[in-house]
């Protein structure tokens, strides 16, 4: 029997990860329209009818990636939040997640942006944006219960503070031939290092320092 993982807003078995695991690598080196349905089903060793019991299309396959990416985001915040320590170690932690969940999504990124900024995409968005929208709630609310407490400036764009995490996530991501040479990041799990201590510890201090110390 395949157990079933609970992912906030869906339920998918260990065959359906399997399949979606697969099929980010395939989309993330061959994108979405280089990427066949057949090429799924060899490579993931299964066979070429369970693609469409499970997800119904390779569109479909797709929307369930982008769901299953952000699908949890919201439990581990709701813990953050609700868990006893400071506001600023609130922050950190919220901080350490985004680039964990980022960087090990970081494969399938680029589709869906690309997919995203498309006047028609190929898939529904409605769920993925319905989720982003809560998920900046939660961090606005944070903010604003430190900002009453006179832990954080009143004088902050909370909306401007995702955008400046993954900023500089991103652009270390895509010049990550030129960090890797100047920080002598010369094998994958050295960099996977980097962003997740170096990195992240440097956004955690930027991001203290622009709740905490702007007029």
């Given at each position: 029997?395949?157990?079933?993982?609970?992912?906030?807003?869906?339920?998918?078995?260990?065959?359906?990860?399997?399949?979606?695991?697969?099929?980010?690598?395939?989309?993330?080196?061959?994108?979405?329209?280089?990427?066949?349905?057949?090429?799924?089903?060899?490579?993931?060793?299964i066979?070429?009818?369970?693609?469409s019991?499970?997800?119904?299309?390779?569109?479909?396959?797709?929307?369930?990636?982008?769901?299953?990416?952000?699908?949890?985001?919201?439990?581990?915040?709701?813990?953050?939040?609700?868990?006893?320590?400071?506001?600023?170690?609130?922050?950190?932690?919220?901080?350490?997640?985004?680039?964990?969940?980022?960087?090990?999504?970081?494969?399938?990124?680029?589709?869906?942006h690309?997919?995203?900024?498309?006047?028609?995409?190929?898939?529904?968005?409605?769920?993925?944006?319905?989720?982003?929208e809560?998920?900046?709630?939660?961090?606005?609310?944070?903010?604003?219960?430190?900002?009453?407490?006179?832990?954080?400036s009143?004088?902050?764009?909370?909306?401007?503070?995702i955008?400046?995490?993954?900023?500089?996530?991103?652009?270390?991501?895509?010049?990550?031939?030129?960090?890797?040479?100047?920080?002598?990041?010369?094998?994958?799990?050295?960099?996977?290092?980097?962003?997740?201590?170096?990195l992240?510890?440097?956004?955690?201090?930027?991001?203290?320092?622009?709740?905490?110390?702007?007029e």
């Amino acid at each position: 029997m395949c157990r079933i993982i609970d992912l906030g807003i869906m339920e998918l078995s260990e065959k359906q990860l399997h399949i979606i695991k697969v099929t980010e690598e395939l989309f993330a080196k061959n994108g979405f329209d280089g990427t066949s349905v057949r090429m799924i089903a060899k490579t993931a060793n299964i066979n070429i009818a369970m693609i469409s019991y499970y997800f119904g299309s390779k569109e479909k396959l797709l929307e369930t990636i982008v769901n299953y990416r952000i699908s949890n985001f919201k439990i581990e915040i709701d813990q953050v939040i609700s868990d006893g320590t400071s506001y600023l170690n609130k922050v950190d932690s919220i901080i350490a997640i985004i680039i964990k969940r980022i960087h090990k999504g970081r494969r399938i990124q680029k589709l869906v942006h690309f997919e995203f900024s498309r006047e028609n995409p190929k898939i529904d968005f409605s769920n993925y944006l319905k989720q982003k929208e809560e998920n900046l709630e939660l961090f606005r609310t944070l903010i604003e219960a430190g900002q009453k407490e006179g832990i954080f400036s009143k004088d902050v764009n909370i909306e401007l503070i995702i955008p400046t995490i993954l900023g500089s996530y991103f652009n270390l991501y895509y010049n990550k031939k030129i960090y890797s040479k100047v920080h002598g990041l010369f094998k994958e799990e050295d960099f996977d290092q980097f962003v997740f201590t170096t990195l992240t510890q440097h956004i955690q201090r930027t991001i203290k320092a622009i709740l905490t110390y702007e007029e």
